[in-house]
Each structure stands twice: as C-alpha cells, then as structure tokens.
C-alpha cells in the first residue's frame, strides 16, 4: 500500500512537471515615454537590431496602442487588461500626495501566471504606488510578483548611476552603470541565482528610458548628434535599451529555448518629442493619436506568425486576454476591457474586438478619446475643473458624474494625423458612436475607485 501511494505520488508530481515545463516562460518588455517612431522596425531613427530581430520573427502591430497618454495608467491596464479607472488608477501617481494606487482586489497577469505555477519577477521602473512614510501602499509582491527591482517613478538623479532602486523592499543605495544596463542586469541574475528552474517564469522588464532626465554614454550618443544635444541623447537612451535587450536575449537563450518563450515589446505612452511621433497629431499627455500610438511586437517562435504586420488596430489593453489565450489559461471573471489577440497572432480562429478601445486622461485636452474600426471619437470636458496640473483626488466624484462636449470624429484610415474633422458630415455615425463611448464611460465610472474617502483596498 505504501508502495502504491508513492507511486501515485511521483506520477502526479511527473505528469505536474510536464504541465509546467509545456508552459512558456513569458517575458514583457516596457520602454516609458517611447514615440510611435523611434525605432528602426517602425522607420524611426535609432538603430535598434535587437528589436527589430524580435519583430522580424514575429508579428508587428502597425496600430498598437498605450493603456493610456501618460503612465500609471497604462501600466495598471497592461497589467489587468482593464480600463485603470477600473484599476484604481486615475493618472500618473504621485506618492507622497495621493493615496492612489494599483488596486490589490484587481487580478493582475503576475497573479494568473503564479496560480498557473509560474517563477515571477518584476525589474525596473513601477509607478504604480509605493508605500510611504505616511501612506501604506502595497508593493509588487502584493500583485503577484515573487521578487521585485524597482524604482517609485524615474530612475534618479538619471539614467546614469541611479541611486533609488529598491529590491524586495529594501533600498539598494547608489549604483554604477545606466538604468536599462542595470536593470537587465537584475533579470539575469534572478534568472541565474534566484528562479525557481522547475517552473516556466514571468519576467517583467520595465526600462526607465527614454522618460527624462535623460542619459546614455557618450560613444552611443555621438552617433547621433553633439554630446549636448537632447535629441541625440534621447536616441542614445533608446539605442543604449536596444543593446541592453540583445544581452537579456543571449541570456534568455541560455536559460529557455526560443521556442519556449513569449515576448511581448511595447511603450507605456507616446514621446513627449513632437519629432518622434511619426507625423501624428499630439504627443505624451494627450489623447490624440501621438500620445497613444506606441510600438507593438510579439515574438513566440513556431506559435506566433513570423513577419507579419497586423493592421488591426491593438494594444496594452490586449495583453492579458492574449497571454491568456494563447498560454490556454482561464481569465478571471471580471469585465476585460480588452480582447484576446491570439487569433491574429496566430492566425487560427477569427478575431473579434468585444468593445471598442477607449481612453480617459483627466488633463487631457481632449479628455476621452474611442477608437472603433477606422473611426476615432474625441471629446472634451464638460465642466469646471481647478487648472492644477497635478492629479487632485477630490475630484473624483466631479469626474464620475462629468459629462463631456465638442464631440470631433475622424477616419484614421483617410486621415492618420487626424486634421479633418466629420461629426458634421456623418451625423448618425457621430451619434452611433457617441453612445458607444458613454455606454463604456459609464462602466468604467461605476467601477472606479473613490481615493477621496481613503480608499485602500
């Protein structure tokens, strides 16, 4: 009888194992404040021979969207595949003033792949709230990461010898080197000394550049421009991540076969460089096309169509749906703002966009924004707000309840850079559509947090 149960026992761990290692590993690779057109595959300007390798071997969105114009959001959406105002998120957040952060009911990514028996690590910048002397906020092991390298917002003073990283709650000091060297350093010894090699792994590499204050060594940006040129370093900045990328690649080659890893690429918004938003109108902080369009790459080989370039209009929101469809794991049953991109990616099945993308940015000007096929749907605020820049939480009931005006509507197929206007000429699409956003406005209100009466959980 003893004899038996242990069998029964080693079988079960065996057939366990197997299940573990047929799971990918699943590497998510974030750049903050980097344009629609900066990198090579996209024809911008910065060589980027790692990146453009990862879209060669895999499917390019030509369309790829942000979860946001600015970047706590968009990375609270890419971490739930749900709208941040859902999340808790309402705009970027500032610590020592708000109480806003990440909210710990909502499931993140990190959670699912845990429950699905996966080794998790977060590296590089978080911003989506950290605690403080006066605010107890949780942390990324509160989101399912098993261990954590991260700064509250920017790496500082700079990119170069940053002194603000904490790893797993603890402040690392000053260190030597630039962020995105730094932190794909971190990845690789997790990698190496603290994974657990028996189960497939997360690794969820958000770099610092190019968000100012901006640096890269100077033999990278002399090849750009003069050393004190700000546009020459921001392309250092983004050729420096480049080299950092190829060197987690080699690593990831040594610990995982290609075949066997996911990689997702994709910013958290648009450039703040009005040159580097590839002719789009607006930039970083707004919910025009420059502020939300961003790159897109997936990169799975033999699973993801090699090559390809996806004219269906995507983006951050997407991300947990797809990895969960495509991993073949159970969502947790919660609207998703987003939709399962597993079809396009691995073109099998038909997709199909359950709800129209959607944006809301409160100092944005225009403050929502709705793509839908080719039609984009912008809108300003409705009512009175203070013009304090900075995001206040007492003004979130206004914001629930706010209603909004000047309604423009745009082909972005005709018309990318959105200069022409057609509500007037298309009045009963205008109509149609303008429904359509308050239906998903609406939702998203009645879920959003109230930080305003110290919301915690």
Same mark, same amino acid.
């Given at each position: 009888?003893?004899?038996?149960?242990?069998?029964?026992?080693?079988?079960l761990f065996f057939i366990a194992s197997l299940a573990h290692a047929a799971r990918p590993n699943v590497v998510m690779l974030l750049a903050d404040d980097l344009g629609y057109q900066d990198i090579g595959c996209y024809d911008g300007p910065v060589k980027t021979p790692a990146?453009?390798?990862?879209?060669?071997?895999?499917?390019?969105?030509?369309?790829?969207?942000?979860?946001?114009?600015?970047c706590s959001p968009s990375r609270a959406v890419l971490l739930t595949g749900r709208h941040h105002i859902r999340a808790g998120v309402y705009s970027w957040i500032h610590d020592a003033?708000?109480?806003?952060?990440?909210?710990?009911?909502?499931?993140?990514?990190?959670?699912?792949?845990?429950?699905?028996?996966?080794?998790?690590?977060?590296?590089?910048?978080?911003?989506?709230?950290?605690?403080?002397?006066?605010?107890?906020?949780?942390?990324?092991?509160?989101?399912?990461?098993?261990?954590?390298?991260?700064?509250?917002?920017?790496?500082?003073?700079?990119?170069?010898? %940053?002194?603000? &990283?904490?790893?797993? +709650? /603890?402040?690392?000091?000053?260190?030597?080197?630039?962020?995105?060297?730094?932190? *794909? $350093?971190?990845?690789?010894?997790?990698?190496?000394?603290?994974?657990?090699?028996?189960?497939?792994?997360?690794?969820?590499?958000?770099?610092?550049?190019?968000?100012?204050?901006?640096?890269?060594?100077?033999?990278?940006?002399?090849?750009?421009?003069?050393?004190?040129?700000?546009?020459?370093?921001?392309?250092?900045?983004?050729?420096?991540?480049?080299?950092?990328?190829?060197?987690?690649?080699?690593?990831?080659?040594?610990?995982?076969?290609?075949?066997?890893?996911?990689?997702?690429?994709?910013?958290?918004?648009?450039?703040?460089?009005?040159?580097?938003?590839?002719?789009?109108?607006?930039?970083?902080?707004?919910?025009?096309?420059?502020?939300?369009?961003? %790159?897109?790459? &997936?990169?799975?080989? +033999? /699973?993801?169509?090699?090559?390809?370039?996806?004219?269906?209009?995507?983006?951050? *929101? $997407?991300?947990?749906?797809?990895?969960?469809?495509?991993?073949?794991?159970?969502?947790?049953?919660?609207?998703?703002?987003?939709?399962?991109?597993?079809?396009?990616?691995?073109?099998?099945?038909?997709?199909?966009?359950?709800?129209?993308?959607?944006?809301?940015?409160?100092?944005?000007?225009?403050?929502?924004?709705?793509?839908?096929?080719?039609?984009?749907?912008?809108?300003?605020?409705?009512?009175?707000?203070?013009?304090?820049?900075?995001?206040?939480?007492?003004?979130?009931?206004?914001?629930?309840?706010?209603?909004?005006?000047?309604?423009?509507?745009?082909?972005?197929?005709?018309?990318?850079?959105?200069?022409?206007?057609?509500?007037?000429?298309?009045?009963?699409?205008?109509?149609?559509?303008?429904? /359509?956003?308050?239906?998903?406005?609406?939702?998203?209100?009645?879920?959003?947090?109230?930080?305003?009466?110290?919301?915690?959980?």
């Open positions: 009888m003893f004899d038996l149960k242990c069998k029964l026992t080693l079988a990146l453009d390798g990862l879209a060669k071997g895999g499917t390019r969105f030509q369309t790829f969207y942000s979860g946001c114009a600015v003033s708000q109480n806003s952060h990440l909210l710990l009911r909502e499931i993140t990514l990190a959670e699912i792949l845990k429950k699905a028996g996966y080794s998790t690590a977060h590296v590089g910048k978080w911003h989506l709230g950290l605690p403080t002397e006066t605010r107890n906020k949780p942390t990324p092991d509160n989101h399912g990461f098993d261990y954590w390298f991260a700064t509250w917002n920017n790496a500082s003073p700079s990119h170069k010898n %940053p002194d603000n &990283f904490i790893r797993n +709650g /603890k402040p690392v000091g000053p260190m030597k080197g630039y962020a995105c060297q730094l932190v *794909v $350093d971190e990845a690789m010894v997790w990698l190496d000394k603290h994974r657990d090699a028996d189960k497939p792994f997360f690794l969820n590499v958000w770099f610092h550049e190019p968000h100012a204050p901006i640096a890269a060594p100077d033999k990278i940006v002399s090849d750009y421009g003069k050393l004190r040129d700000r546009a020459a370093i921001y392309s250092g900045t983004i050729d420096n991540t480049d080299r950092a990328v190829a060197r987690l690649l080699e690593k990831l080659k040594q610990v995982a076969p290609a075949k066997n890893t996911l990689i997702i690429y994709a910013s958290d918004n648009g450039s703040y460089r009005d040159d580097r938003t590839g002719g789009l109108r607006g930039r970083k902080g707004v919910n025009w096309e420059g502020g939300i369009r961003v %790159p897109g790459i &997936f990169h799975w080989p +033999g /699973k993801i169509k090699r090559g390809s370039v996806s004219q269906e209009p995507a983006g951050l *929101v $997407d991300v947990l749906p797809t990895v969960c469809g495509l991993l073949g794991l159970e969502k947790p049953k919660v609207h998703h703002d987003g939709s399962d991109l597993s079809a396009i990616l691995t073109g099998k099945g038909r997709f199909d966009r359950h709800q129209p993308l959607f944006w809301h940015l409160q100092r944005s000007k225009p403050i929502v924004a709705m793509r839908d096929g080719n039609f984009s749907l912008v809108a300003e605020r409705g009512y009175e707000m203070s013009s304090n820049n900075m995001f206040k939480e007492e003004w979130i009931p206004t914001i629930k309840k706010g209603r909004y005006r000047n309604y423009q509507l745009f082909d972005l197929k005709a018309d990318p850079n959105q200069t022409t206007d057609l509500s007037a000429k298309k009045p009963e699409l205008l109509k149609k559509l303008k429904a /359509k956003l308050l239906k998903i406005n609406d939702s998203i209100m009645a879920d959003g947090a109230d930080w305003h009466l110290n919301q915690t959980r």
